[in-house]
């Protein structure tokens, strides 16, 4: 469904979006095969004891170090401070350019932008409770007969909370689309995710909790646990921080405890030991790098902060480990990264340029 479309709130152009929503779900729903959707959120060990408004991180290319040498401290924070002037005035360019769309929920009741500052909330009757950009309270009654579908889409740069109507709490990241039903059917919990999302499912043993995504499909009963699943990323994973939680992925079926993660590469499932509060770290506003090449932190930094980064090819050889704060504004975050590793920034076609120099 392309949700992107749309972005104001029920006076959309789009009656015949809506009235074939409400007839699929009539169809659906009144033959008996009732496929539901269920929800997710986070409640994080404090890992955040102590906060860092620095990255430290080591580089370990070699290169990167050498080139270090060869230019000389004095001549290497001479360059750096002038990177970090061009990086103040490239990314307030680009800044410009943010992706403003908002967070958009599609029922079959009707199209809603939601602000990121409100929680999302559903009570036992699936009944639900949100505010608007204006901060309004709105109250949606739930009149349907039959199980509500909702679609929450969550683009980039924006971050969302749900709390479904089972007590279940979902922590939503940027560039992720949620589907789940306004009231669960008895005996089975279901949901689907399309990103990333840290759940803090309600335990419930006669009604089993399960996620489905793209490549994976896991079973819980009660527990809290991080799911990410882009379309567009080479990796899948399901990190466990508390309960136990059964996978199914790539052919391979694993239990995995607290500490573990179930990951999907080139077409390949294992089971690896980490550290959980490492992989859930986003929803403190906060990233855990270990040993990741720059590509990949500079595509995270793009879908946390809503703005398009482009790196040279070469950035793939290097790797950066620590921890960033992302409370901070991308311009700060980009001359915490440049005071370690020089780099050039230019603005094109509303996108940040980054080469190593």
């Keep these: 469904m392309l949700l992107k479309k749309y972005k104001k709130d029920l006076d959309f152009p789009s009656q015949r979006l809506l009235s074939n929503y409400k007839e699929y779900e009539r169809v659906k729903y009144s033959s008996g095969k009732k496929d539901t959707w269920e929800g997710i959120m986070s409640e994080i060990d404090k890992q955040n004891k102590s906060r860092y408004k620095r990255i430290v991180f080591y580089c370990s290319s070699a290169a990167a170090v050498l080139l270090v040498i060869l230019l000389g401290l004095n001549n290497y924070f001479v360059k750096r401070d002038a990177i970090i002037e061009?990086?103040?005035?490239?990314?307030?360019?680009?800044?410009?350019?943010?992706?403003?769309?908002?967070?958009?929920?599609?029922?079959?009741?009707?199209?809603?932008?939601?602000?990121?500052?409100?929680?999302?909330?559903?009570?036992?009757?699936?009944?639900?409770?949100?505010?608007?950009?204006?901060?309004?309270?709105?109250?949606?009654?739930?009149?349907?007969?039959?199980?509500?579908?909702?679609?929450?889409?969550?683009?980039?740069?924006?971050?969302?909370?749900?709390?479904?109507?089972?007590?279940?709490?979902?922590?939503?990241?940027?560039?992720?689309?949620?589907?789940?039903?306004?009231?669960?059917?008895?005996?089975?919990?279901?949901?689907?995710?399309?990103?990333?999302?840290?759940?803090?499912v309600t335990p419930d043993i006669s009604s089993p909790f399960f996620v489905q995504t793209e490549r994976m499909r896991i079973k819980v009963l009660g527990t809290s646990f991080n799911v990410s699943s882009y379309a567009s990323d080479e990796e899948k994973s399901v990190v466990l921080v508390s309960g136990k939680v059964e996978v199914n992925g790539a052919n391979k079926q694993a239990c995995l405890l607290p500490d573990q993660m179930f990951l999907i590469k080139d077409s390949t499932a294992s089971k690896l030991n980490v550290k959980a509060s490492d992989y859930v770290s986003w929803t403190q506003n906060m990233i855990v790098f270990h040993r990741e090449p720059l590509n990949k932190v500079f595509h995270k930094l793009s879908r946390y902060y809503g703005i398009d980064i482009s790196c040279s090819s070469n950035m793939a050889q290097h790797t950066m480990s620590g921890k960033l704060d992302l409370k901070e504004d991308l311009k700060e975050v980009m001359e915490i990264i440049s005071e370690m590793i020089p780099v050039r920034i230019t603005v094109e076609d509303d996108k940040l340029i980054i080469e190593l120099v």
Excluded: H, W
């Excluded at 490239?90 to 409100?118: D, H, M, P, R, Y």
């Excluded at 949620?178 to 759940?199: A, M, N, T």
């Design 86 to 200: 061009s990086i103040s005035e490239s990314v307030g360019k680009a800044s410009s350019f943010q992706n403003s769309e908002g967070i958009l929920l599609v029922t079959s009741q009707g199209c809603l932008n939601i602000s990121e500052k409100s929680d999302i909330y559903y009570d036992p009757e699936g009944n639900m409770m949100f505010s608007r950009d204006n901060g309004q309270l709105e109250y949606l009654e739930n009149n349907s007969n039959y199980p509500v579908r909702n679609e929450l889409t969550v683009p980039r740069g924006k971050r969302a909370k749900v709390t479904l109507s089972d007590g279940t709490t979902l922590q939503i990241n940027s560039e992720t689309t949620v589907i789940y039903p306004s009231v669960f059917d008895k005996g089975k919990r279901e949901i689907y995710v399309d990103g990333e999302v840290f759940l803090n």
